[in-house]
């Protein structure tokens, strides 16, 4: 489901890894994404569009993936796999939670956080981390990870990115899909129609017009003088720059 929802989101050159222990590691290369987001050297938002992005896809697939553990094991017996009280399952208001017993995990969005490598050894299971190819994930098999049957001719690197593949895996992220990314529509969802008549009237339509000026000068066109709230909406519609 993962793969799937990156690629809907325009991503192709990415792979997958089995981590060696129960999990799968997902690496979309740094050239993938644009030089910039806004005024900001992509470099300059890490951990910031990796964990917005992976928040963006766990959103995105909770109810599926929510419907699908239902209809293929139901909630007693994935009460009796993960050894859980059935309560545990279940949020707040009573729905089913697919997290709570699968997680799409951030820890390694982290500029300390070490990233095992492939073919290397998981030191608690004794798997091997490998490559995977990424349309083939359902056929993968834990006896693949084994040290002495492990194939090594898939290298988790060797990608051919495309430049700029990612931007709209980072604006659907930080706006959603079902947003308009017109920005005098954003400007009336987010802060009503009023504020529509000022940008308007200050010639501000269109989101390069806007993040062609800083909050000051947009504040001083529109005649808002509450500065926070156009960094708020400089900081809203930035990553689809």
Do not use: C
């Not at 309560?87 to 969005?109: A, R």
């Not at 500029?111 to 030191?123: A, C, D, G, K, V």
């Amino acid at each position: 489901m993962v793969v799937d929802e990156i690629e809907k989101n325009g991503v192709h050159n990415f792979s997958v890894k089995f981590s060696g222990g129960s999990g799968f590691h997902i690496f979309i290369p740094y050239e993938s994404f644009p030089s910039k987001v806004g005024d900001t050297e992509i470099n300059k938002l890490f951990p910031d569009i990796p964990m917005t992005v992976s928040n963006y896809i766990k959103n995105q697939l909770e109810n599926k993936l929510s419907e699908t553990l239902k209809k293929d094991y139901g909630i007693k017996k994935l009460s009796e796999m993960f050894n859980l009280d059935e309560k545990k399952l279940l949020d707040e208001n009573g729905n089913f939670n697919p997290y709570s017993i699968i997680e799409i995990d951030t820890i390694l969005i982290s500029e300390r956080h070490m990233f095992r490598m492939q073919y290397s050894l998981n030191e608690k299971k004794w798997l091997v981390s490998i490559p995977i190819n990424k349309n083939k994930i359902e056929d993968f098999s834990i006896d693949q990870a084994d040290p002495k049957s492990v194939d090594t001719s898939l290298d988790f690197f060797d990608l051919h990115p495309n430049k700029n593949e990612a931007t709209i895996l980072i604006r659907n992220a930080y706006l959603g899909e079902d947003q308009n990314t017109n920005l005098l529509d954003i400007i009336k969802n987010e802060f009503g129609a009023s504020f529509v008549n000022k940008f308007e009237r200050a010639g501000i339509t269109d989101i390069n017009s806007l993040m062609s000026m800083n909050a000051e000068d947009v504040a001083l066109a529109t005649g808002i003088e509450n500065e926070n709230v156009i960094r708020n909406l400089i900081n809203k519609v930035r990553p689809i720059w």
